[in-house]
């Protein structure tokens, strides 16, 4: 599955699991568990992706 691919509802999956900066251009924290490396995990379609490749 490429990201063009992805359901329309990976905004909604992604905005549930964040907390947006008070900036138009302040990163987004991630609040779920993040891996063993410390990105954000997010689980669609079968695959896992790294929230920041969404």
């Not at 891996?35 to 790294?50: F, H, I, M, N, T």
Request: net charge positive; with cysteine; charged share 20%.
């Amino acid at each position: 599955m490429s990201t063009a691919e992805l359901p329309a509802s990976t905004g909604q999956y992604l905005a549930s699991r964040t907390i947006a900066g008070p900036g138009q251009d302040d990163c987004w924290l991630w609040t779920s568990k993040p891996d063993r490396d410390g990105y954000g995990v997010a689980s669609l379609g079968g695959k896992q992706w790294r929230a920041h490749r969404l």
